[in-house]
C-alpha cells in the first residue's frame, strides 16, 4: 500500500524558468506548489520516508497450530482420501475444464478495445521529418503518434510486435464469439482532427555546443519515486544508494551484470538457506488455516541482481503477474499462470525526477526510451534492452547534469530512474498543446433536481474553481438539459449568463459557438453566478424526459477543436433523441437467471460517439446519480472509449441518502483538483519475443499497441495480457516499458516512463516461486469481465474456477516431487483460491443473489478501471479488531500514531459480540459493533453509554479526548489517505439494514447460494486430483 499518499498534484506545472537550454536536468519534488487548498481526504500525504509497516511475516509463529477440523464453521473431518471425500454441497455447476483461460495463448483482443487500424490499411511512409536532425542516418518513424487519420500502420522494425490484425484473427476462437455490435471497428467520423503530435523524434545530432551552456544547478540525490513502498523483505534493495556524483572521472562502465545463478529464484534460495525457497513453500490449505499476513499482502520481489532490482519500476505502478518470466511460450502454458501486466501509470507520485533536455535519447529501432536496464557498450554505444539494436550515445548525453562530470552516460539521471519524465521538445507536438478545457453537463429533469445533486455540483465547483488545474488559457462551459439542450453564453461583458435552448434535437446544433466556452479566468464572474443560480433556474421544472445522447452530440460539436474534458451528470435512463434506451433489468431473473442478460450495450451509440471524441481528444467522465435502472452497460461506453471514468452513486438523495452524498462531495473535490493530463497517448513495449495482445482499462486503442487517452487521470488503472512469441532463450533478462505522452494542463508537452525489468527463468519451480499472486487474480478479474459479456457470466465463474484448478493441477503434477495428500499449493499462491472465491462472490460475478444490474456492470466497470491496490480490497476487503487497538508496531507519521491492528479472515468466527470490527472494502467502511461490546469501547470511541443508545445510521465517529478514540480514527483517517476516493464509514449494529451487507462481504463463510471457503478448496481438490 502507497506511503506516499495523494498529497502531490505532482509534476502538474512548474514555473519552469529555466528554458531546456539553461537547466536541462532538474529533479522537482513534485510535492511543492500544486497542492489545491488542502484537501481533507488527502492532506497528510506522508513523507517519503516512513518507518515500513511490521514485516509481513506470512506465519506468525505465534499461531495456533493449525488445527483445520475444530475451525471451521462446518464440522468436517479431514478427508482421508479423494475417494472418501464428503461432498458438503456439490457445486450447483461443475465447470469443465475445458473453460479455461489458457486454452489457447493467443487470447483475443476481446470487446471492449479491438485493435482498430483503420485509417491506414497498408503501409504508409513515414511522415516526412519537419525537423533537421543533422545527423546521416534517418531516424526510424516508428512509433508516430498521430492523429487517427495519419496513423501508419504499425510496421515494425522490431519484430516484437506481430501487426494487429493475425493477432486477432488467431484470437477469436478462445474466447467465444465477438458480439457483433461491439466489435466492429468504428472509424471515428467527422473529419480529422488536427495533427497532434508526434511521438518520434528525430534529432540524434551530435551537439557539440550543448556541453557549453549552464547546466542545471541543484540535482539533489536521486531518489525515486517509490523509495517509501515497503520492501520489508530486502528493504535495502529498494533505498537507492547514494550516488556518487562527485567522481570526476569517467568510470569502468559497471552495468549491472547478469549470471544465470542470481536469476534463478530457487537456487538463489538454495544458495542461501539449502532449503526451498519460502515463495516455494508447501501449503495445505485444507489444513493451514492462517493464511492472510498480518498486514498488506505485499508483491514479491523480482529476483534480480541487487543492482538492478535497485534501479527497478515501483511495483504501485507496473506489475507484472509473473515476476520471473517463462523461457518460452510452452512453459507458460504448462504453468496455467496468466502473463500480464498492471500499470497505475500516471499515479500520484511524491517525488518524481523531472528531465528538460533537447534530447530525449531513444532507440532508433524500436523507439525505446533510455533506461536503467540498456547496456553501455562503452562510453559512447548502448544497446536497447528490448531490440538489442546498438546505438550511439548522443553527444549531449555524455555531459552528467549532475555531476556536472563529463563522459558518465550511464549516471544521467534518465539510466538511473525507472520512472523518470520528460518535458517534450517541440518535436513531440504537431499542434501546440491545447488548454485545459472543462465542459460540464448537468441533467436538469424533475428526476435529478429532484435529488438535490445539483446543489451538491455547483457548490464543489464554486469551491473549488480557482483549483481547477490548468492556466491563464483554461476554458470553460456548462451544458444542461432535459427533454432539451440549454447552452450558455458566458461571453465577457454580458451582464449575467444567457441561456440559449436547442429544441430540435434531432439536428444538433451549436446556438453561438464562439461564446460558449470561455476563458475562465476573464469570465469567473459569470461562471459564479450560473453556479449560484442553476440550483434554482429548474427547481419547478416538471420536464422528466432526459436527452442525454442530443446533449453529448453538443459537447462534442464544442470541443471538437480543442478537445478536452466532459464531466455528464447523469440521474436517469435517456428517453428521447438519439442513444435513447429501454428499462432491460428485470428484477425478478436478478436472482434466477443462472446467466445474467444485458450486459453487453443496446445500442452502439455511445461507442460510436466516444470513438469520435477520442478521435478530437475528447473525454467523457460520468457520474450517474440514480435509484433507478440507467443501462450503465450502454451509457458507459462513452467514459470506457474515451479515456473517462465513471461513477455510480445508487439510490442517491441529498436528504434522504446523507452518506452518498458525502460521498459525492469528497468524490467531486478529488476530481475536480486531481492532476490531468490532456491530448495523451501510451505506448507498453517489451522486449523482442514478448507481446501484448489485450488490453483491459478505459481507452481507445489506435493501433497494435498505442493506446488512445484523450484524457489521463492519477486514479486509472490499466492491464494488458501478452504472450511468448518467440523463445527467450539466451536472455537472461527481459523489459517493459510504459511510455504515457500528455499534455500537462499548464500546456506543457509531458512524456513519462516507466521500465520494469525481470528475470526468464527455464523451469516451472521458478516459475511459480515468482507468482504474484494479487496482480494474478486482478489480471484474471479483467479477463472475467470480458468473457461475461462476450460469453456469459457462468463462462466467467467457470473459468475463474478452473484457472485455480489448472495451475494448482500444474504445479502439483510438475512441480511436487513428493505426492502428498490435501490440497496443496505453493506459498506464494497460498490465497489464490481464496481471491478466486472472492471474485466469485464479488457483485461482478456473483449468481443467486438479487444483485441490480447496473450495480452489477459497475462492479464489472471497477474491476477493469481500478489500480491493483484498490481493487484488491474491494475484492477481498480487510478485517480489523477495533476494540483493542494499541499503539504495539504502530506507525508514526507526521507525528501521529496509526496502529496497525492485524488482518483478519473473512469469516464470522473471527468476530465476537464483545469486540468491535472495521471491515475496509475500498468504497465502503463498515463498522460492526457487537451487542455485548466491551462498554469502555463505547463510551470512549462512541460516546454512548450503552449498546442500546447506539444510533441506527450512524455515519462518524465523534471526536473524542480519549486515546481509543484517537487511536481508531487515526487509523481510519489513515485508511482513507491512501486512496484517491472516499470511504464512507456506516456503524452498524446487529438490528442494521446494512448487515447483510457486512456479512456478504464474509467471503470464506457459506450463504444459500455460495460454498465456503472449505467447500470450494474441497472442491478444487477433487479437481485438482483427477
Ligand atoms: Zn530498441
Known amino acids: 500500500m502507497s506511503s506516499s499518499g495523494f498529497a502531490s498534484q505532482n509534476g502538474a506545472g512548474a514555473t519552469y524558468a529555466n528554458g531546456p537550454s539553461q537547466n536541462p536536468v532538474a529533479l522537482y519534488p513534485t510535492n511543492q506548489g500544486y497542492m489545491a487548498p488542502p484537501q481533507p481526504g488527502y492532506l497528510n500525504a506522508m513523507p517519503a520516508k516512513e518507518p515500513t509497516p511490521p514485516a509481513p511475516s506470512y506465519y506468525n509463529p505465534s499461531r495456533q497450530q493449525p488445527s483445520p477440523v475444530a475451525m471451521f464453521q462446518q464440522p468436517l473431518s479431514l478427508p482421508a482420501s479423494p475417494n472418501h471425500r464428503p461432498a458438503l454441497v456439490p457445486p450447483t455447476h461443475t465447470p469443465p475444464l475445458a473453460n479455461s483461460f489458457y486454452q489457447h495463448p493467443q487470447q483475443p483482443p476481446s470487446w471492449p478495445h479491438p485493435a482498430v487500424n483503420q485509417a491506414s490499411p497498408a503501409p504508409s511512409p513515414a511522415p516526412p521529418q519537419p525537423y533537421n536532425t543533422g545527423t546521416s542516418t534517418p531516424p526510424v518513424f516508428q512509433n508516430t503518434m498521430q492523429s487517427p487519420a495519419l496513423v501508419p500502420p504499425y510496421s515494425s522494425l522490431n519484430n516484437a510486435y506481430m501487426p494487429a490484425p493475425a493477432v486477432n484473427v488467431v484470437a477469436h476462437q478462445s474466447f467465444g464469439p465477438p458480439q457483433a455490435a461491439l466489435r466492429g471497428t468504428l472509424p471515428p467520423s467527422g473529419p480529422p482532427p488536427p495533427p497532434l503530435a508526434t511521438h518520434s523524434d528525430g534529432p540524434y545530432s551530435a551537439q557539440p555546443g550543448a556541453m557549453n551552456r549552464p547546466m542545471g544547478t541543484a ?47 530457487s537456487l538463489a534460495a538454495l544458495n542461501l538457506q539449502s532449503e526451498m525457497p519460502e515463495a516455494l513453500r508447501v501449503v495445505n490449505l485444507l489444513q493451514e488455516r492462517n493464511l492472510l499476513p498480518p498486514g498488506a499482502v505485499t508483491p514479491p520481489t523480482p529476483c534480480l541482481p541487487q543492482d538492478l532490482q535497485r534501479l527497478n519500476c515501483s511495483p504501485e505502478v507496473f506489475r507484472c ?133 445539483l446543489d451538491v455540483v455547483c457548490q464543489s465547483l464554486l469551491d473549488n474553481l480557482n483549483s481547477l488545474p490548468g492556466d491563464t488559457r483554461t476554458k470553460i462551459g456548462f451544458i444542461t438539459f432535459d427533454s432539451t439542450i440549454h447552452f450558455y453564453n458566458l461571453q465577457e461583458g454580458l451582464s449575467q449568463p444567457q441561456m440559449l435552448i436547442v429544441s430540435d434535437i434531432e439536428d444538433m446544433f451549436l446556438p453561438t459557438p464562439d461564446s460558449l466556452l470561455v476563458n475562465l479566468n476573464e469570465c469567473k464572474e459569470l461562471v459564479q453566478d450560473l453556479l449560484r443560480s442553476l440550483p434554482q433556474m429548474f427547481s419547478k421544472t416538471m420536464e422528466t424526459q432526459s436527452a442525454l445522447g442530443p446533449a453529448l452530440q453538443g459537447a462534442f460539436k464544442l470541443l471538437s477543436h480543442t478537445g478536452g474534458r466532459v464531466s455528464v451528470f447523469q440521474t436517469q435512463l435517456p428517453a428521447v433523441g438519439a442513444g435513447s434506451l429501454k428499462p432491460r433489468d428485470e428484477p425478478s431473473q436478478r436472482a434466477a437467471a443462472k446467466d445474467i442478460q444485458h450486459l453487453s450495450p443496446a445500442t452502439d451509440f455511445y461507442k460510436k460517439l466516444a470513438l469520435d471524441c477520442s478521435g478530437q481528444q475528447i473525454a467523457v467522465d460520468l457520474f450517474l446519480l440514480s435509484a433507478q435502472y440507467c443501462d450503465l452497460a450502454s451509457l458507459g461506453c462513452i467514459s470506457r472509449y474515451s479515456a473517462g471514468s465513471v461513477y455510480y452513486y445508487p439510490s442517491y438523495h441529498n436528504h434522504h441518502n446523507p452518506s452518498q452524498t458525502e460521498r459525492f462531495q469528497k468524490d467531486l473535490k478529488r476530481y475536480l483538483t486531481r492532476k490531468i493530463g490532456f491530448e495523451a497517448v501510451m505506448r507498453i513495449r517489451c522486449t523482442k519475443g514478448l507481446s501484448i495482445h489485450t488490453f483491459h482499462g478505459n481507452f481507445f486503442v489506435r493501433s497494435t499497441d498505442l493506446l488512445s487517452l484523450p484524457n489521463v487521470n492519477p486514479d486509472a488503472g490499466f492491464a494488458v495480457q501478452m504472450s511468448i512469441e518467440e523463445n527467450l532463450l539466451d536472455m537472461q533478462v527481459v523489459s517493459f516499458q510504459a511510455a504515457l505522452l500528455y499534455t500537462s494542463s ?65 504445479y502439483c503434477t510438475s512441480v511436487l516431487t513428493i505426492q502428498q495428500p490435501g490440497l496443496l499449493a505453493p506459498a506464494c499462491l497460498r490465497l489464490f483460491p481464496l481471491y478466486i472465491l472472492a471474485l466469485l462472490k464479488h457483485k461482478a460475478f456473483c449468481t443467486g443473489t438479487s444483485t441490480r444490474l447496473d450495480e452489477r456492470v459497475f462492479a464489472m466497470c471497477q474491476l477493469k478501471y481500478q489500480p491493483l491496490a484498490y481493487l484488491m480490497l474491494m475484492v477481498h476487503p480487510a ?148
Not at 567522481?247 to 549470471?259: D, G, I, K, N
Not at 511460450?329 to 511524491?350: T, V
Not at 558518465?408 to 520512472?419: D, G, I, L, Y
Request: hydrophobic share 40%; aromatic share 8%; proline share 8%.
Open 219 to 265: 540535482y539533489p540525490s536521486l531518489q525515486p519515486a517509490y523509495q517509501s513502498v515497503p520492501a520489508p523483505q530486502k528493504p535495502a534493495h529498494m533505498q537507492p544508494a547514494a550516488q556518487p556524483y562527485s567522481t570526476a572521472a569517467p568510470q569502468q562502465y559497471q552495468q549491472p551484470s547478469v549470471s544465470t545463478a542470481q536469476l534463478s529464484p
Open 879 to 1026: 478485517l480489523y479488531r477495533m476494540d483493542n487497538l494499541t499503539d504495539e508496531g504502530a506507525l508514526n507519521i507526521n507525528e501521529r500514531t496509526i496502529p496497525q491492528p492485524r488482518v483478519l479472515q473473512l469469516s464470522v468466527e473471527k468476530l465476537s459480540r464483545d469486540g468491535a470490527f472495521l471491515m475496509d472494502h475500498g468504497m465502503v467502511l463498515y463498522l460492526w459493533i457487537g451487542r455485548n461490546c466491551n462498554p469502555s469501547f463505547l463510551t470512549q470511541v462512541l460516546g454512548i453509554q450503552s449498546y442500546i443508545a447506539l444510533p441506527q445510521n450512524m455515519k462518524q465517529l465523534p471526536e473524542l479526548d480519549t486515546a481509543e478514540s484517537s487511536r481508531i480514527r487515526a487509523f481510519i483517517d489513515w485508511l482513507r489517505e491512501q486512496r484517491p476516493f472516499y470511504p464512507i464509514l456506516h456503524i452498524i449494529r446487529d438490528e442494521s439494514e446494512l448487515k447483510a451487507e457486512f456479512m456478504q462481504n464474509m467471503v470464506e463463510d457459506r450463504t444459500e447460494s455460495a460454498l465456503s471457503y472449505y467447500e470450494f478448496l474441497l472442491h478444487l481438490q477433487q479437481q485438482v486430483s483427477k
Open 746 to 810: 499548464k500546456g506543457e508537452r509531458r512524456i513519462r516512463v516507466h521500465t520494469l525489468c525481470l528475470p526468464v527463468v527455464n523451469s516451472l519451480s521458478d516459475i511459480f516461486a515468482g507468482a504474484d499472486v494479487q496482480a494474478i487474480a486482478a489480471l484474471l478479474a479483467s479477463m472475467a469481465v470480458d468473457r461475461s459479456v462476450s460469453a456469459s457470466l457462468s463462462d466467467a465463474r467457470d473459468a475463474l474456477t478452473n484457472a485455480a484448478i489448472d495451475s494448482l493441477t500444474s
Open 321 to 453: 503477474t509473473l515476476t520471473s518470466i517463462p523461457q518460452t511460450q510452452s512453459l507458460l502454458n504448462k504453468a496455467k499462470l496468466p502473463l500480464g501486466l498492471l500499470l497505475h501509470p500516471f499515479k500520484d507520485l511524491s517525488q518524481l525526477p523531472v528531465v528538460t533536455s533537447s534530447t530525449i535519447v531513444r532507440c532508433r529501432s524500436c523507439r525505446t526510451y533510455i533506461n536503467p536496464f540498456v547496456s553501455f557498450l562503452d562510453q559512447r554505444r548502448w544497446k536497447c534492452n528490448l531490440c538489442y539494436r546498438v546505438n550511439d550515445v548522443p553527444e549531449e548525453f555524455m555531459y552528467n547534469p549532475v555531476s556536472r562530470s563529463y563522459g558518465e552516460p550511464h549516471k544521467r539521471p534518465e539510466v538511473q530512474n525507472a520512472t523518470i519524465e520528460f518535458i517534450a521538445p517541440s518535436e513531440y507536438m504537431l499542434r501546440p498543446p491545447q488548454p485545459a478545457v472543462y465542459l460540464f453537463i448537468l441533467d436538469v429533469s424533475h428526476n435529478a433536481v429532484e435529488t438535490g445533486y
